[in-house]
Antibody, heavy 122, light 108 residues
Framework: QVTLRESGPALVKPTQTLTLTCTFSGFSLSTGGMYVNWIRQPPGKALEWLALINWDDDKYYNTSLRTRLAISKDTSKDQVVLTMTNMDPVDTATYYC??????????????WGQGTLVTVSS | DAQMTQSPSTLSASVGDRVTITCRASQSISNWLAWYQQKPGKAPKLLIYKASTLESGVPSRFSGSGSGTEFTLTISSLQPDDFATYYCQQYNSYSEHSFGQGTKLEIK
């Protein structure tokens, strides 16, 4: 059974760095073809893909947010970590991690975490 | 990168209706398109991938079609559980996954 769960602070101040952790089970990120993605959704708005990491430690980022994002993995803990620097109120959103479903770099997402709401406010 | 546009933004329908949601890509994405259902406060749920392949466990009243730049999601007979927001997502471009802006399906 595949599950993912996001964790991190609910509230961050402007200019701070956000660190989110995705803890997953039911698959291994050391298995070829596995990808874990981060996606966010501002309240009442559409989904936005942020970043992904694969079994081979390849990393890809949303072009417009590339300079602020970093993704990493700890295979021994079955975790993926996303950091986003210089947080702004417009970054207020629910942040999801999701597994790539088809074994490709650019893919659909077959399993999602429940999401974690991050509010950016002073 | 392909931009995705869904129509309509809001759709009002009744239980038992047949409904269709359209998703258009700004450039050809072959059949690399997925559809998701999202209910308030919940994560999106994968319904269809590769434009027309039904995800395991998804009711057969959901179907997808299209290729190139125009795609549709059809629900053959609306059930009470189907009232939600639906998103399309393209996964053709290596550089960016992108989603449509969503279609909210409301009870008439």
């Amino acid at each position: 059974q595949v599950t993912l769960r996001e964790s991190g602070p609910a509230l961050v101040k402007p200019t701070q760095t956000l660190t989110l952790t995705c803890t997953f089970s039911g698959f291994s990120l050391s298995t070829g073809g596995m990808y874990v993605n981060w996606i966010r959704q501002p309240p009442g708005k559409a989904l936005e893909w942020l970043a992904l990491i694969n079994w081979d430690d390849d990393k890809y980022y949303n072009t417009s947010l590339r300079t602020r994002l970093a993704i990493s993995k700890d295979t021994s803990k079955d975790q993926v970590v996303l950091t986003m620097t210089n947080m702004d109120p417009v970054d207020t959103a629910t942040y999801y991690c999701a597994r790539g479903g088809g074994g490709s770099l650019v893919d659909y997402f077959d399993f999602w975490g429940q999401g974690t709401l991050v509010t950016v406010s002073s | 990168d392909a931009q995705m546009t869904q129509s309509p933004s809001t759709l009002s329908a009744s239980v038992g209706d047949r409904v269709t949601i359209t998703c258009r890509a700004s450039q050809s994405i072959s059949n690399w398109l997925a559809w998701y259902q999202q209910k308030p406060g919940k994560a999106p749920k994968l319904l269809i991938y590769k434009a027309s392949t039904l995800e395991s466990g998804v009711p057969s009243r959901f179907s997808g079609s299209g290729s190139g730049t125009e795609f549709t999601l059809t629900i053959s007979s609306l059930q009470p559980d189907d009232f939600a927001t639906y998103y399309c997502q393209q996964y053709n471009s290596y550089s960016e996954h992108s989603f449509g802006q969503g279609t909210k399906l409301e009870i008439k």
